[in-house]
């Protein structure tokens, strides 16, 4: 029967090799390394869509550190070899502490690379997730959220509203004033937005002049109130553009999600109230409950 230093002196040089090969796989493949990082690893599925678009951000972020990674591999690999075979007798205290500051200098300068590429993972992550016009979240982002919070009104019976904002005549702005004052309405609207929403709420500008608010824990009522509370403010404050009092006004449909609505059935929902508003004549907000057609939150 094999001792446990036997074994130890099996099982030791046998680590050591496997390391060795994939700190060498690093090296001179990160592309390979990413693949046999991601072993077994699962797509992840949302709804009916595949999320396989996270694995992309994974597998970048393990080619980005592949190398120094290998690198450090390597050479921890090659110092335990060196001491194992020669002993600590055949070098000098010197050439020790030349090892071990080598040893330490790279595994710094590894950790560096390594955070600042993740900062930089982070930072195109948050930009792909961001409308860069008014700083709220974009269209990517609002699908992703919505979905999330439909399951969570699926599981848990959370209350879930959208609301879907349209800025009146917005084309007429960009026609008499200019593109400029066309995109000083968006982030004035956007601004508002952002002041009156809860902290829980989620602002998303999902095109064009368009905008969509989540309101998770919020009934219906609530966020009729809501609603209109910002309409209201919208339409009483006027925007000064140099020298122009420029009157805005918006038009808001409402839904609240059911515990069969999909992403499509509550946006279809939602639009289907702000149309309501806009044949109603603008400057009002619509409702839906449930099958029923849009009735008017209040309109002016």
């Not at 066309?182 to 709420?201: N, P, Q």
Request: aromatic share 8%; with cysteine.
């Amino acid at each position: 029967m094999a001792t446990a230093s036997e074994f130890l002196e099996i099982f030791l040089p046998t680590l050591l090799v496997l390391t060795g090969g994939v700190g060498l796989v690093a090296l001179v493949s990160p592309k390979n390394f990413a693949v046999l990082a991601a072993y077994g690893a699962k797509t992840v599925h949302q709804g009916v869509r595949t999320r396989a678009d996270r694995w992309f951000d994974i597998d970048r972020f393990v080619i980005s550190h592949a190398r120094p990674f290998g690198c450090v591999v390597l050479f921890t690999e090659t110092l335990i070899w060196y001491i194992a075979q020669h002993g600590p007798e055949v070098y000098s205290k010197s050439s020790l502490l030349v090892v071990v500051t080598t040893a330490v200098v790279l595994g710094v300068v590894a950790w560096a690379h390594m955070t600042r590429q993740q900062k930089e993972i982070e930072a195109n992550l948050a930009e792909a997730r961001t409308d860069p016009l008014t700083g709220l979240a974009n269209r990517r982002a609002f699908d992703e959220e919505l979905s999330r919070r439909l399951s969570q009104r699926q599981r848990q019976g959370t209350p879930l509203c959208l609301q879907i904002i349209d800025i009146d005549s917005y084309k007429s702005f960009n026609d008499t004033y200019g593109h400029q004052l066309g995109d000083s309405v968006l982030k004035e609207i956007a601004f508002r937005l952002s002041e009156t929403a809860r902290h829980m709420d989620i602002v998303s500008r999902i095109g064009g002049d368009e905008f969509a608010v989540l309101l998770p824990g919020c009934s219906l009522d609530a966020a009729s109130l809501a609603a209109e509370r910002l309409r209201s403010a919208i339409a009483d404050t006027p925007l000064h553009y140099e020298g122009n009092e420029v009157h805005l006004t918006i038009s808001c449909g409402l839904a609240e999600a059911e515990f069969d609505d999909d992403v499509r059935s509550l946006v279809r929902r939602a639009d289907s109230a702000l149309y309501a508003a806009k044949d109603a004549g603008r400057n009002c907000t619509f409702r839906q409950a449930g099958p029923e057609p849009a009735v008017a939150a209040n309109c002016q």
